[in-house]
């Protein structure tokens, strides 16, 4: 069974930046996309950012340009920098990654933004 878990800072104020980290237990290049979503409070799991093989990546319209998804396959490691944070990315964030048949998911990690 694959295993994803997320870590990182937690709190930032608006305009600030954070980087959060998934760690995976096999490598990232036996996936076939993997990324971030999040869920903000009353609102559905949404994608913020995913990456693929290629590597082509997709943003959310709404964090476009201040978000960036990494692989780091030494570590089977991927982050999430986001920049320019503001309160309304404040919410749960949770790594993925997929095969053709199967996706995996980390146990979320809460990211708050102060004003």
């Known amino acids: 069974q694959v295993q994803l878990v997320e870590s990182g800072e937690n709190f930032a104020q608006a305009g600030g930046s954070l980087t959060l980290s998934c760690v995976a237990s096999?490598?990232?290049?036996?996936?076939?996309?993997m990324g971030w979503y999040r869920q903000t409070p009353g609102n559905e799991r949404e994608l913020v950012g995913e990456?693929?093989?290629?590597?082509?990546?997709l943003y959310a319209e709404s964090v476009e340009g201040r978000f960036t998804v990494s692989i780091d396959n030494a570590k089977n490691a991927m982050d999430l920098q986001m920049n320019n944070l503001q309160p309304e990315d404040t919410g749960v964030y949770y790594c993925?990654?997929?095969?053709?048949?199967?996706?995996?998911w980390g146990q979320g990690t809460q990211v708050t933004v102060s004003i």
């Open positions: 993925y990654a997929a095969r053709l048949r199967e996706s995996y």
């Open positions: 096999e490598s990232f290049l036996t996936f076939v996309h």
């Open positions: 990456i693929g093989r290629g590597p082509e990546t």
